[in-house]
């Protein structure tokens, strides 16, 4: 079983910047597996907005495109999001997982809340 920490979430004022951290622990080879950022907003479902693979290619949803830097580091089985021009629609508890088909257990999440 995998099991995934989020964090780095906080409050941010529209305009401003985070950079949240995951690490991933268990019995996987991290360096193959594709990772990705998920959110969840109030009343909403959870969307998938920026992959990894273990080559390196990434992809992002078209509404952070531009804004949002994912990254990962396998020696450390960590994966990053920089997150700037954050905007009040960014608001959501963020989560990391596998990539299109997640591990079947997910993290608590960390918050994000852009607001002034």
């Known amino acids: 079983q995998v099991h995934l920490v989020e964090s780095g979430g906080g409050l941010v004022q529209p305009g401003g910047s985070l950079r949240l951290s995951c690490v991933a622990s268990?019995?996987?080879?991290?360096?193959?597996?594709?990772m990705g950022w998920y959110r969840q907003a109030p009343g909403k479902q959870r969307e998938l907005v920026a992959t990894?693979?273990?080559?390196?290619?990434?992809t992002y949803a078209d509404s952070v495109k531009g804004r949002f830097t994912i990254s990962r580091d396998d020696a450390k089985m960590m994966v990053y999001l920089q997150m700037n021009s954050l905007k009040p629609e960014d608001t959501a508890v963020y989560y990391c997982?596998?990539?299109?088909?997640?591990?079947?257990?997910w993290g608590q999440g960390t918050q994000v809340t852009v607001s002034s």
């Open positions: 997982n596998r990539a299109w088909l997640d591990f079947g257990s």
């Open positions: 268990g019995s996987i080879i991290f360096r193959i597996v594709p």
């Open positions: 990894i693979t273990g080559d390196g290619t990434i």
